[in-house]
């Protein structure tokens, strides 16, 4: 059964419940879990199957909260979306070629890929032949479930692979600026508000600056950083990292990296030390190398995506600043051209805008008011 089966159930077309929930004022969104006194909601996933893990609180906010943020956080891509699309659809009367020309550019132009614009096109071409549509109200529902449907990331593992007993490790990749010490900040909170035992390791010594921005996230949540001078060898940031998590008995261990794609050869020797240090440390580490892309530039965290591949192994990608942007498209061919899952996502800058990513609150969110 496709995504879009599994939210919407197989009645196709008809509106659905709470597609149409009113938004919860700004404030209520904002409130912070003390505020608000709820208590962190757990996910009701199978996922102990499937990877060794152990109990998940999906944020510091409920779940609740977290698909009214989603909600939010995707009002400008649907609303740059839906009206598109619904211009696309005034367009066109009849089913031609033109029709399907034109479906592709505004797949293109709402963030999908092009690739991927071309697959839904050239399969729509078909099934419309096969049903012998004639006008297009025909196949409006038809796009966005095929739509919704390439979102599905079920085989893929979207949770954070941790262990239960003993230390964990994840190593945190992406070019400066997309998000990664504020990810490392917001994720070092959660997983603190679990019980966890958590050590942070500024292992970015290349921009000036990137470690006091580590010290200051981790002092907001009463951690500790183990940082070494600007300028120096991350490698070595790591060892030490690595030896106290271990002697101290740590459970989570997240490290921070310098974003150097421009010069990828010493990024790529960086990373490889840092990893050989790392598994010399604990052979089965790092647990997760989280790759960390800006949601907001388009097509050109896809690419990033590919380059980094080629320099490290990605176990699963952090997409940040999908607030504020209005190219959430892009998950579409993240998750269509790279078959890494997107594992978390960024809903803000602050301490709680960090969120698993779940499909059924991305698809409400991007696609409401048009199915
Ligand atoms: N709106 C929004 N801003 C974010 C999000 N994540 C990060 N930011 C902002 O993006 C900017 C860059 O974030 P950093 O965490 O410093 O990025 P970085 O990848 O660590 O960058 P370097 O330290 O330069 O390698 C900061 O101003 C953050 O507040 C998000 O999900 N939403």
Same mark, same amino acid.
């Given at each position: 059964?496709?995504?879009?089966?599994?939210?919407?159930?197989?009645?196709?077309?008809?509106?659905?419940?709470?597609?149409?929930?009113?938004?919860a004022?700004?404030?209520d969104v904002k409130q912070s879990p003390t505020e608000k006194e709820s208590e962190p909601v757990?996910k009701?996933?199978?996922?102990?199957?499937?990877?060794?893990?152990?109990?998940?609180v999906n944020s510091l906010l409920s779940e609740e909260i977290i698909e009214k943020k989603y909600?939010?956080?995707?009002?400008?891509?649907?609303?740059?979306?839906?009206?598109?699309?619904?211009?696309?659809?005034?367009?066109?009367?009849?089913?031609?070629?033109?029709?399907?020309?034109?479906?592709?550019?505004?797949?293109?132009?709402?963030?999908?890929?092009?690739?991927?614009?071309?697959?839904?096109?050239?399969?729509?071409?078909?099934?419309?032949?096969?049903?012998?549509?004639?006008?297009?109200?025909?196949?409006?529902?038809?796009?966005?479930?095929?739509?919704?449907?390439?979102?599905?990331?079920?085989?893929?593992?979207?949770?954070?692979?941790?262990?239960?007993?003993?230390?964990?490790?994840?190593?945190?990749?992406?070019?400066?600026?997309?998000?990664?010490?504020?990810?490392?900040?917001k994720?070092?909170a959660r997983?603190?508000a679990? #019980?966890?035992? /958590? &050590? $942070?390791?500024?292992?970015?010594?290349?921009?000036?600056?990137?470690? +006091?921005?580590?010290? *200051?996230? @981790?002092?907001?949540?009463?951690?500790?950083?183990?940082?070494?001078?600007?300028?120096?060898?991350?490698?070595?940031?790591?060892?030490?990292?690595?030896?106290?998590?271990?002697?101290? #008995?740590?459970? /989570? &261990? $997240?490290?921070?990296?310098?974003?150097?794609?421009?010069?990828?050869? +010493?990024?790529?020797? *960086?990373? @490889?030390?840092?990893?050989?240090?790392?598994?010399?440390?604990?052979?089965?580490?790092?647990?997760?190398?989280?790759?960390?892309?800006?949601?907001?530039?388009?097509?050109?965290?896809?690419?990033?995506?590919?380059?980094?591949?080629?320099?490290?192994?990605?176990?699963?990608?952090?997409?940040?600043?999908?607030?504020?942007? @209005?190219?959430?498209?892009?998950?579409?061919?993240?998750?269509?051209?790279?078959?890494?899952?997107?594992?978390?996502?960024?809903l803000g800058?602050k301490i709680d805008d960090l969120a698993d990513?779940d499909?059924?609150f991305?698809?409400?969110?991007?696609?409401?008011?048009?199915?």
């Amino acid at each position: 059964m496709g995504l879009f089966d599994r939210i919407f159930g197989k009645k196709k077309g008809v509106e659905l419940e709470g597609l149409d929930k009113t938004l919860a004022k700004d404030e209520d969104v904002k409130q912070s879990p003390t505020e608000k006194e709820s208590e962190p909601v757990q996910k009701g996933t199978n996922f102990e199957e499937k990877v060794e893990i152990s109990e998940n609180v999906n944020s510091l906010l409920s779940e609740e909260i977290i698909e009214k943020k989603y909600e939010k956080t995707l009002e400008k891509t649907n609303k740059s979306f839906g009206a598109r699309f619904n211009a696309f659809l005034a367009n066109f009367r009849s089913v031609d070629e033109a029709f399907f020309e034109d479906l592709e550019e505004t797949l293109i132009m709402s963030d999908v890929g092009a690739d991927l614009a071309m697959k839904i096109s050239e399969e729509l071409r078909q099934e419309a032949r096969l049903v012998n549509a004639k006008n297009t109200d025909q196949l409006r529902n038809l796009i966005i479930e095929k739509l919704v449907d390439t979102i599905d990331q079920e085989n893929l593992v979207k949770e954070l692979k941790l262990k239960k007993v003993g230390l964990s490790v994840i190593l945190f990749v992406g070019v400066n600026g997309a998000g990664k010490t504020t990810t490392i900040g917001k994720l070092s909170a959660r997983f603190k508000a679990q #019980g966890k035992k /958590v &050590l $942070l390791a500024a292992g970015d010594t290349f921009r000036a600056g990137a470690t +006091n921005q580590l010290v *200051e996230w @981790a002092k907001r949540s009463g951690l500790e950083t183990v940082t070494g001078r600007d300028g120096g060898d991350p490698a070595s940031v790591v060892f030490d990292a690595m030896q106290r998590a271990k002697n101290e #008995g740590f459970d /989570v &261990l $997240l490290i921070d990296t310098a974003g150097r794609l421009q010069n990828k050869d +010493n990024l790529m020797a *960086e990373l @490889a030390k840092i990893r050989k240090i790392i598994q010399r440390e604990l052979p089965e580490a790092p647990h997760e190398t989280l790759l960390v892309l800006d949601a907001s530039t388009g097509q050109n965290a896809v690419s990033q995506a590919r380059e980094f591949s080629k320099v490290t192994p990605i176990s699963g990608i952090v997409l940040t600043k999908l607030d504020g942007s @209005a190219k959430g498209g892009i998950v579409l061919s993240i998750i269509q051209s790279l078959k890494i899952p997107i594992k978390l996502v960024g809903l803000g800058e602050k301490i709680d805008d960090l969120a698993d990513f779940d499909e059924e609150f991305f698809v409400r969110g991007l696609f409401k008011g048009l199915v």
